[in-house]
C-alpha cells in the first residue's frame, strides 16, 4: 500500500492547477467586461474597438446615444493616408 503522506504533494499540486486556471480564466474574463474574448480580429473589428474606446472610455462597452460626447470630436486618430499606384 501506498501511504498517505505521500499522496498529499500530488493534491497539492492538482490543487493549485486548479486555482491558477481559474485565477486566469477570471482575470480574462475581468478584461473582456464579463464578456467572451474576442476571436480572430481583423482591422475593422481593432476600429470599431477604438472607436467604442473613444466613445465610451471601455473596449468592449457599446453606446446608443443618437449624439456622440464633446471629448469624442477632439480624440479622433487620424491614420496616414495610403498612397495608391494609378
Do not use: C
Request: glycine fraction near 6%; charge should be positive.
Amino acid at each position: 500500500m501506498i501511504p498517505f503522506e505521500a499522496l498529499l504533494p500530488y493534491g497539492v499540486i492538482i490543487i493549485m492547477f486548479g486555482v491558477a486556471g481559474t485565477g486566469m480564466s477570471a482575470a480574462k474574463l475581468l478584461r473582456e467586461g464579463g464578456n467572451k474574448p474576442r476571436v480572430h480580429r481583423d482591422a475593422w473589428d481593432k476600429m470599431m474597438m477604438e472607436r467604442d474606446m473613444r466613445l465610451t472610455r471601455e473596449y468592449r462597452k457599446q453606446s446608443d446615444e443618437p449624439i456622440a460626447p464633446e471629448d469624442f470630436k477632439t480624440s479622433s486618430v487620424w491614420r496616414a493616408s495610403r498612397i495608391w499606384d494609378d
